[in-house]
């Protein structure tokens, strides 16, 4: 496949015809600014994710004031596409505003019901528009223990069921999803993510679905893939769906020469994409982002890096590829 023109065949188009839903994690200002951005964007993906739009603190960033109009843009945006929406995220040690912050210093009391509000307000302001809510973010340490975070600090491990409930209630129609890096495979902190899931599902708690997060890269953070689809499936034989919900695969951790690294980064996605595909519970993967022109990987990283499928001048990159590979593939 010569590289630098996409195949026929748009990615959006071959995961739904396996079941795939394959989306992309959407930034306001290029989406705002780039033609081309928009064009590719439309063009290859099912569904999209606020990268920031949708977080507590770009929300309602003062007690009671909610800025929606970013994250409608984008939603909008999907809707005129036909695409899904993902909606990221509900409840997060990250990104809150200060006012939160606040609260669960000085009056812990109130945080319980300004979480209750901020879920009732920002899930009712999107019902129906939603396929799948990120109600919990991130709320596993790496050593598979509660994370510390102002919300357990604050509210204690309950804050997660109650969120869930809060969430169901809002929008009973909702798929509710619990969203966490490093534990895309197996180890302890998968180990501990399937454990809270099962103890949430034992308690009647209404979650739906677990989102992987998936950000990885070569060398050290390359996933196993058998590893990812035993998960995947302990999951499922939960009941509960799987997504792939940030998906970007670093080359800066990889060791080989640097010619080489893109053909390697495209076979961690192939293989990846060929874990999903292999477990029914899989039912959709969302990149962070798409083109290495906006990644949030090298202001994380402090490294220039080129994590995603499509090159800064838009252009497919092997990574692409082999994505569109795993999804033509049959089974
Ligand atoms: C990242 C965004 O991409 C950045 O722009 C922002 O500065 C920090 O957050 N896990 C998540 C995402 O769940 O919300 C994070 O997004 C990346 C890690």
Request: aromatic content about 8%.
């Amino acid at each position: 496949m010569p590289t630098g023109r996409p195949p026929l065949v748009p990615l959006r188009a071959l995961g739904a015809a396996r079941g795939v839903t394959v989306g992309a994690a959407v930034n306001g200002r290029p989406l705002g600014a780039d033609a081309t951005y928009r064009e590719v964007l439309a063009r290859e993906f099912g569904a999209v994710t606020c990268t920031n739009a949708m977080k507590f603190g770009p929300l309602q960033p003062e007690r009671g004031r909610f800025d929606f109009a970013p994250a409608d843009e984008i939603v909008a945006f999907g809707r005129d596409h036909g695409m899904a929406v993902r909606g990221h995220t509900l409840v997060w040690h990250r990104q809150n505003p200060e006012w939160i912050a606040a609260l669960a210093e000085r009056e812990t009391a109130a945080l319980w019901p300004a979480l209750r509000a901020h879920i009732q307000a920002v899930m009712e302001h999107y019902r129906g528009q939603v396929a799948a809510w990120d109600v919990v973010n991130e709320a596993v340490a790496d050593d598979g223990s509660p994370r510390d975070t102002l919300w357990l600090r604050a509210l204690g491990a309950g804050y997660v069921a109650h969120a869930f409930r809060w969430a169901h209630e809002a929008d009973p129609g909702a798929p509710l999803f619990y969203n966490d890096y490093g534990a895309d495979g197996l180890g302890p902190k998968a180990d501990a993510v399937h454990a809270l899931l099962c103890d949430l599902l034992d308690q009647g708690v209404p979650v739906h679905g677990v989102g992987l997060q998936m950000h990885v890269g070569l060398g050290r953070l390359t996933p196993d893939p058998d590893a990812v689809a035993a998960h995947m499936r302990r999951l499922g034989a939960l009941g509960l769906e799987v997504h792939v919900t940030e998906m970007d695969v670093r080359l800066q951790t990889g060791s080989g020469p640097l010619a080489e690294r893109p053909a390697e980064q495209a076979r961690v996605y192939e293989r990846t994409l060929a874990a999903c595909l292999s477990e029914r519970a899989c039912t959709s993967v969302t990149f962070w982002g798409f083109t290495d022109r906006h990644s949030w990987i090298p202001s994380f990283t402090g490294q220039d890096d080129a994590p995603l499928l499509f090159d800064p001048q838009y252009q497919p990159k092997p990574a692409y590829h082999a994505v569109a590979r795993a999804l033509s593939s049959q089974v």
